[in-house]
T-cell receptor, first 113, second 115 residues
């Protein structure tokens, strides 16, 4: 099993550009989530999904969209990138919702100029 | 809503010495508690979790944590650390009412092992 994979590993964007961060898991987990990690801030939840077709907002959803058309994939879209979105983004999946062990991907480092 | 406070942003410890990383939480409901570890340039992985039952929880790599409801704490301990334990450690909490929404993480504690 590859576990949770994320692409790209690193991306540079200009302000106003859009992009999609990819996340895929091969463990048949229903629950998937996106976090951002900023220095001295820990991880903050952006969006989560409890299954295909179902998504909900987390703590910091503004500026991000998600969709869940399949169990395996949970892409995160930045509609119009801003410097405040410079961060490291982690995708995670779990078989037990928030209570289950979260399996994290390796992260995507995003720099918005 | 829940919140997590990790009082120490950095903890330097000599190799083979014991260590305690402190975590306090605030919540209006009962909680589940977690410790995750992040090695350099990697994602997070679960060290241990408290869901119910015994308040002393043992995890991977020789770590353990004790849930103290009266003090709203969940401190992480290891009796003898190794260089390989150098990492960022995150305490996290989840309210028991739902479970679908995500974890609330603390800001992390950087454990620095000195030879």
């Amino acid at each position: 099993n590859a576990g949770v994979t994320q692409t790209p590993k690193f991306q540079v964007l200009k302000t106003g550009q859009s992009m999609t961060l990819q996340c895929a898991q091969d463990m048949n987990h229903e629950y998937m989530s996106w976090y951002r990690q900023d220095p001295g801030m820990g991880l903050r939840l952006i969006h989560y999904s409890v299954g295909a077709g179902i998504t909900d907002q987390g703590e910091v959803p503004n500026g991000y969209n998600v969709s869940r058309s399949t169990t395996e994939d949970f892409p995160l879209r930045l509609l119009s990138a801003a410097p405040s979105q410079t961060s490291v983004y982690f995708c995670a999946s779990s078989s037990g919702g928030g209570i289950g062990t979260q399996y994290f991907g390796p992260g995507t480092r995003l720099l918005v100029l | 809503a829940q919140s997590v406070t990790q009082l120490d942003s950095q903890v330097p410890v000599f190799e083979e010495a014991p260590v305690e990383l402190r975590c306090n939480y605030s919540s209006s409901v009962s909680v589940y508690l977690f410790w995750y570890v992040q090695y350099p340039n990697q994602g997070l992985q679960l060290l241990l979790k408290y869901l119910s039952g015994s308040t002393l929880v043992k995890g991977i790599n020789g770590f353990e944590a004790e849930f103290n409801k009266s003090q709203t704490s969940f401190h992480l301990r290891k009796p003898s650390v190794h260089i390989s334990d150098t990492a960022e450690y995150f305490c996290a909490v989840l309210g028991t009412g739902g479970g679908a929404d995500g974890l609330t993480f603390g800001k992390g504690t950087h454990l620095i092992i000195q030879p």
